[in-house]
Every structure is written in C-alpha cells, then in structure tokens.
C-alpha cells in the first residue's frame, strides 16, 4: 500500500536521487521491498520469457562486500573522470552549484553504501559485450523500465533510492559476491534503498524542454 498521497506527476517529479536524506537506521520490512518488485514486474520487455532476475541484498556481510567493490570502482570512475574534471564544466552558477552537490552526495554514499539497509541489483539475462545496436537495446531495454518503476514504487512508499552502476567496474567480483553466473547474467545496475529522512523532494533543475525536443526531425 503506498504510504504517501502523491499525485502521478508530482511521483514522476520528485522520484529524485537519494543519497544523504536516506535513514540508515531503520530498518525495511522485506514486504514493502516485494510490493515494489511485484510492480516492477508490469514494466515492459522485449522477451516474452521475462529475462529478468532481481537480486534482493539485506545480508550486512554481502552488503559490506558490494559496497568494497563499488568503493573500488568509484575510485576508478574518479581516475578516468579526473582530466575531465580538470575542464570547467558548469556553464553558470546554478550548474556549478548542482555538481558539486552531485559531488558531494556521491561521497557520502560512497562512505555509507555497506550502512543501507537494502541493496537490489535488476539483472538481465544475456550479455551485451559485442551484441549489435539492437540486442543492446533489447536488454537493457527489458531491465532499466523495471528499474525505474521499482524506484517509483518505492517512492511511494516513502523509500528512497539511487540508480548506480559503479559497481560494474568490477562486475565479475560482485557476480561471485553474489553467485550470478557472469557469463550468462548481467548486472544492470546497484540500487540502495532506505525510507528517507523527511518525504519532501523537488523537482531537479533540467535543461528547457526546446532545447531538447526535435519534432519531426533533428
Ligand atoms: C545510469 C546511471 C548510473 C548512475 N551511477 C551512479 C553511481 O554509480 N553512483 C552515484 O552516486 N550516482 C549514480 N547515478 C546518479 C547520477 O550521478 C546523478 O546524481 C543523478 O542522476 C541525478 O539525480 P537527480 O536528477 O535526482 O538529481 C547514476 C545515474 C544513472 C542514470
């Protein structure tokens, strides 16, 4: 049952990624975490035989081992990201203030991953490594809509959660934390979730919709 009375545009506006806001102490119900996936489950795929596989981890010992590996694949991210960094990349104050929120928040669940009391990692069956265009976008089609709709589920609830993928740096380390069979499986991506400290979110700064939209052609 979902807890917060939110209307569908104000679910779809402020589903945001939470990082700092997420309660670290207490604790979720294993049912409010099915309820979600049972709605997840509606999502579209391309696959009639539902390739999908979710990976429910509350085990403080697996979730101090994702959270090592996603340590070392931040790590990474930031090593290649650097010379990046190094360039100016916010074009006015605003930007330049939501990056380094962004910055900041990802160091605190970088700090924090192993204390969140869920991690669900979606997986799709079939590996993308040199599949052409289409069978990429097939799979990861056929996971990232559940992904989405189990966060908005969740949302509802009054959980909060974050897309990320740093783990899959190390992928194969995090499929032999969890016994996935790597050759077959891949991980989509590490959702951590938590009920959230206060339920009021806003609206994230997006560039104005002309300046995105092509109607007709490019
Ligand atoms: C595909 C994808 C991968 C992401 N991976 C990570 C990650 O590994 N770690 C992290 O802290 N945030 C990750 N993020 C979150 C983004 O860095 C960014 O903070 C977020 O999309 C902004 O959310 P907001 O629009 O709710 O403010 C990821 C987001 C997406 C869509």
């Given at each position: 049952m979902p807890v917060l009375d939110l209307s569908i545009d104000t679910l779809l506006t402020t589903t945001r990624t939470v990082r700092k806001r997420l309660d670290l102490a207490r604790p979720v119900e294993p049912q409010v975490i099915r309820e979600c996936l049972e709605l997840a489950l509606q999502a579209p795929t391309a696959s009639y035989s539902q390739d999908w596989h979710f990976i429910v981890v509350t085990d403080p010992q697996q979730r101090q081992a994702l959270a090592t590996i996603y340590r070392k694949g931040a790590a990474r991210y930031v090593e290649l990201m650097t010379p990046v960094y190094q360039q100016p990349m916010a074009s006015?104050?605003?930007?330049?203030?939501?990056?380094?929120?962004?910055?900041?928040?990802?160091?605190?669940?970088?700090?924090?991953?192993h204390e969140v009391p869920v991690h669900v990692i979606p997986c799709?069956?079939?590996?993308?490594?040199?599949?052409?265009?289409?069978?990429?976008?097939?799979?990861?089609?056929?996971?990232?809509?559940?992904?989405?709709?189990?966060?908005?589920?969740?949302?509802?609830?009054?959980?909060?959660?974050?897309?990320t993928s740093f783990h899959l740096f190390f992928e194969q380390e995090a499929a032999e934390v969890l016994g996935i069979p790597y050759e077959e499986v891949m991980q989509a991506a590490l959702i951590p979730v938590a009920y959230t400290l206060g339920t009021d979110f806003k609206p994230a700064a997006r560039k104005p919709l002309e300046s995105v939209l092509h109607w007709d052609r490019w």
């Amino acid at each position: 049952m979902p807890v917060l009375d939110l209307s569908i545009d104000t679910l779809l506006t402020t589903t945001r990624t939470v990082r700092k806001r997420l309660d670290l102490a207490r604790p979720v119900e294993p049912q409010v975490i099915r309820e979600c996936l049972e709605l997840a489950l509606q999502a579209p795929t391309a696959s009639y035989s539902q390739d999908w596989h979710f990976i429910v981890v509350t085990d403080p010992q697996q979730r101090q081992a994702l959270a090592t590996i996603y340590r070392k694949g931040a790590a990474r991210y930031v090593e290649l990201m650097t010379p990046v960094y190094q360039q100016p990349m916010a074009s006015n104050e605003q930007e330049a203030s939501t990056l380094a929120r962004v910055i900041d928040s990802g160091r605190y669940l970088i700090e924090h991953l192993h204390e969140v009391p869920v991690h669900v990692i979606p997986c799709i069956q079939g590996r993308t490594e040199n599949m052409p265009t289409i069978a990429q976008a097939a799979r990861w089609g056929s996971i990232m809509p559940a992904a989405w709709s189990f966060m908005l589920a969740a949302r509802s609830r009054g959980l909060g959660s974050s897309l990320t993928s740093f783990h899959l740096f190390f992928e194969q380390e995090a499929a032999e934390v969890l016994g996935i069979p790597y050759e077959e499986v891949m991980q989509a991506a590490l959702i951590p979730v938590a009920y959230t400290l206060g339920t009021d979110f806003k609206p994230a700064a997006r560039k104005p919709l002309e300046s995105v939209l092509h109607w007709d052609r490019w």
